[in-house]
T-cell receptor, first 110, second 115 residues
């Protein structure tokens, strides 16, 4: 079955430190991969996507993600976290439809 | 990105009543709209895909007669939950796309509580 896994319900990091939010997927073929962020009472906002090409994708707000085909992972990263990055992050895979992970809550403490 | 609105943002209704949720794309024409359902601490689950002027395509397990979708224009899609029951209580999110599944633009969601 096609699925997306975000193994961490919550990630805590201090402001200024690097952050990683993990995502692995189980989808046949070469899917498109996405990261979205959801702030309270707001819709999902697109951060970045991987279609093909360079495995390191740069997106909005200083976020980037690294596609690793052998590990079927697409981890979200940021070199220096901000308190304003605190939100709910969703990884998604397009495989005829968007399949979302369960979400990871990022908490950046001052 | 494009701006998508939903109305209402939250609704409480009695069991057996019908509830209509609107999804509007405010600054672009959406040929395709998607409706998702999100349970607490769970993923967004695609319910149906609608293309302007045609019938919606429902995902397996979603009752099309219970969740009526109308995509009458390029800027408006509606989801009507008919004869709502407490188990229909959820967070409903719409998204708009210009075609295909690349980079959908999501609405803020509607929280439905059925008493």
């Amino acid at each position: 079955a096609q699925s997306v896994a975000q193994p961490e319900d919550q990630v805590n990091v201090a402001e200024g430190n690097p952050l990683t939010v993990k995502c692995t997927y189980s989808v046949s073929g070469n899917p498109y991969l996405f990261w979205y962020v959801q702030y309270p009472n707001r819709g999902l906002q697109f951060l970045l996507k991987y279609i093909t090409g360079d495995n390191l994708v740069k997106g909005s707000y200083g976020f980037e993600a690294e596609f690793n085909k052998s590990q079927t992972s697409f981890h979200l990263k940021k070199p220096s976290a901000l308190v304003s990055d605190s939100a709910l992050y969703f990884c998604a895979v397009e495989a005829n439809k968007l399949i979302f992970g369960s979400g990871t809550r990022l908490l950046v403490r001052p | 990105g494009a701006v998508v609105s939903q109305h209402p943002s939250w609704v409480i209704c009695k069991s057996g009543t019908s509830v209509k949720i609107e999804c509007r794309s405010l600054d672009f024409q959406a040929t395709t709209m998607f409706w998702y359902r999100q349970f607490p601490k769970q993923s967004l689950m695609l319910m149906a895909t609608s293309n302007e002027g045609s019938k919606a395509t429902y995902e397996q397990g979603v009752e099309k007669d219970k969740f009526l979708i109308n995509h009458a224009s390029l800027t408006l899609s509606t989801l009507t939950v008919t004869s709502a029951h407490p188990e229909d209580s959820s967070f409903y999110i719409c998204s708009c796309g210009s075609g295909g599944y690349n980079e959908q633009f999501f609405g803020p969601g509607t929280r439905l509580t059925v008493l």
